[in-house]
């Protein structure tokens, strides 16, 4: 990078999108494009692992995917497969987390899931999670009906309930919130993906379809993210004084 090291976010989320589309202009199936996409996975993971980002989550698979034709979501669910097999979390000392419903996945890939997730437990690099069969209001919707249970079981009571109550219920409880959100492959929209947890994320949306997206682009997000100032409801004197002390 062309900028010192410094600033780095500690959590970037990256909705990876462009596989199918990409595929498509070369006259090749969308499965082509979700192969060429894991590929794409190793190169970031590895470049965020080396600039010392904390916490990589990716958008794998949402809820509404589950829409698509049947042998894509076959090809993908054996990509998942395939790329859990990968000795890419302990070379580069990874981590390996998911979040989503799982429930709904096939039993050989929730077991393959638990497998790395427990595999990898003790690496300390990075923390890579993948949002599969996931989406913001099915985990929103999950976390009201817990607390509504802990109010009827446990007495909590209405009027304790505040945004840490909500968070505490949230799945991705166990890590900071993202700082910097990448969506790779033209599209400007959020597409139910942390919406909770982006309330004061930086977004960067970039032309690149995922497959295409390599370390030069990450870092040319990052570098967007580090000529931002994050005020967080303050003006712009006020970060600048506090910045001074």
């Known amino acids: 990078m062309k900028n010192e090291l410094t600033n780095i976010p500690r959590h970037i989320a990256i909705i990876m999108d462009g596989n199918g589309r990409w595929a498509m202009k070369q006259g090749k199936p969308r499965s082509y494009g979700h192969q060429e996409g894991v590929e794409a996975v190793r190169r970031i993971t590895e470049e965020c ?4 980002v904390e916490y990589l989550t990716l958008y794998t698979f949402s809820t509404e995917n589950w829409n698509r034709p049947a042998d894509e979501i076959a090809a993908l669910m054996g990509l998942v497969l395939s790329s859990l097999e990968d000795e890419i979390f302990m070379k580069n000392n990874v981590r390996f987390r998911v979040i989503g419903d799982m429930e709904r996945l ?15 437990a003790a690496n300390d690099a990075m923390t890579m999670v993948v949002a ?22 446990k007495g909590l009571n209405p009027d304790t309930i505040d945004e840490e109550t909500v ?26 993906y942390l919406l909770w ?3 004061y994320s930086e977004l960067y949306f970039c ?3 995922w497959p295409d997206f390599g370390r030069e ?11 931002r100032q994050r005020r967080f409801g303050k003006t712009e004197e006020q970060v600048e004084e506090n910045e001074k002390e």
Not at 49 to 52: A, E, N, R, S, V
Not at 107 to 120: D, G, I, S
Not at 132 to 153: D, M
Not at 168 to 189: A, K, V, Y
Request: charged fraction near 30%; proline fraction near 4%.
């Open 167 to 192: 968070g505490r219920h949230l799945t991705t409880n166990f890590m900071p919130d993202p700082e910097l959100l990448i969506r790779t492959g033209g599209e400007l929209r959020i597409s139910n």
């Open 197 to 199: 947890q982006i309330a």
């Open 49 to 52: 692992t080396k600039l010392g």
């Open 207 to 209: 032309d690149t379809f």
């Open 106 to 120: 096939p039993a050989e890939v929730r077991t393959k899931l638990q497998e790395t997730m427990e595999h990898t």
């Open 217 to 227: 682009d990450l870092h040319k997000a990052i570098e967007s993210y580090q000529k």
């Open 132 to 153: 599969l069969s996931y989406s913001s209001r099915w985990e929103i919707a999950r976390a009201a009906r817990e607390i509504a249970r802990e109010t009827v079981e």
